[in-house]
């Protein structure tokens, strides 16, 4: 069955997993059978803060498995001043891929307070990302016209992937002309996302990552206690039906964005012999 189907099932990648999280321990290694099984063929998996950064290098071993390292505004209260340091350091291991995830999200932040200090990390970290010359994985909600006008102030030109995309068709063109492509994933299946999809259909295919932000974020068709990165291929079928091209298209089209935003995973990724 499988080597019928190799030659000619496209090849998915999962551009948003949490798949170290602790929720899917008991699970981890038959969701990755299933999502192999499925045509996903690896996995980027971002920090959120240093205790499970510093875990990332030995997690991914062996693995096509790819990583970045940062510090998340969900995560606030664990982060401390040396933190910084520590990511400055790691930064600069050859197989860090970008530098996320990071970000602002005002549905976080209640009071002005929270606000500032969520600023204060992001700006921390885009210096950061600019100086070690990496894309940056960003977490934003109710917040892309302060993020994108920022990072354009700062002339970041080191690009990277604004994840869960929720904003406007206009937000996304902005991002996309920062350099940033989109992450979408199980959002755009809930019966009640209209709006979103015609996001996702308005703009072109060059602008989006597939993602699961597994073990969260679960599409309206998936049923069990996490999301998992084997529903990258039903992701799939939606976004090509939205976009009107063939899976084929479309693995070739999401390939070539994945490259482009994260150039240190075409770098490590094997040849595809399946094709
Ligand atoms: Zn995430």
Redesign the pocket.
Known sequence: MTEIMSPLAPRWFDS?C?FDFAALDHEREQQWALAQRSGVSGLLI?GVHRQQGEQLAAFCQNQPFYYALGLHPYFLSEHNGDDLCWLAQALQQPDVIALG?AGLDWVLAATSEQRQQQWFWFRAQVALATTYQLPMIL?IRGAHDEAASFLRQQQFRYGGMV?AFSGSEQQGKVWRKLGFRLGIGGAMSHPRAQKLRRTVAALPLDCWLLET?SPDMQPAFWRGANNSPASIPLLAAMLASLHNVSLAELAACLEHNLQQTFPRISARSEPDTAE
Request: charged share 30%; no cysteine; aromatic share 0%.
């Open positions: 948003h949490h971002p995830e977490h994840h932000d």
